[in-house]
C-alpha cells in the first residue's frame, strides 16, 4: 500500500463526508485529485484490503432492515450466496458454521419492500429465508488505529 492508502484508511474509517461528491472533498483535504482517491479505494476494494466504501445509516431513520439466515447444502452454499449478493440491498452476506449457514442484512426503503425482497430470494434462491428483525440495537463504534511500520 502506497501513503494515500494508508491515509485514506486512516482518515475516513469514520467522517467520509456528506455531499454529492465525498470523494472530491476528500481528496482536497488530502491533497490529491478526486480521480486519485477514486483509483486508491477501486484497488483497495480489488485487493480486499477494503470491502466496502460507504455510509453507515441507522437502519430505523433509513428505511426498513433485517439480519436474516438460510440453510443452504455447502455444495451450493457459493452458488446461493451469489445469488442472494445479486439484490439490492443486501449486504453483510457471510457463511456461518451452523445448520442455518448463509446469513446477510437485507436494507429496503420500507417493510412492504422487504418483505417482497425476502419473498424474491426465496423464489430465486429455493430456499426459506429466516428473518431476523432485531430485538434491541447496541451501537459499537468499530474504527481500528493501524500500526503500519508493525
Known sequence: MNELDRKLIDEYQKGLPISSRP??????NLGVSESE???SLERLQESGVLSRVGPVFNHKKAGASVLAAMA???AELK??????????????????EHKYNLW???????QEQLNQ????????????VMPLPMVKSYYIDL???IHWDA
Do not use: S, W
Open 79 to 96: 452458488t446461493v450466496a451469489e445469488q442472494v449478493n445479486a439484490f439490492d440491498g443486501v449486504n453483510h452476506n457471510y457463511a456461518r
Open 37 to 39: 482517491v477514486i483509483e
Open 72 to 74: 443452504v447444502p455447502d
Open 117 to 128: 425482497v425476502l419473498e424474491d430470494i426465496e423464489a430465486v434462491c429455493g430456499y426459506t
Open 104 to 110: 446477510f442484512v437485507v436494507t429496503a426503503p420500507d
Open 143 to 145: 474504527g481500528f488505529k
Open 23 to 28: 470523494y472530491l472533498e476528500m481528496a482536497e
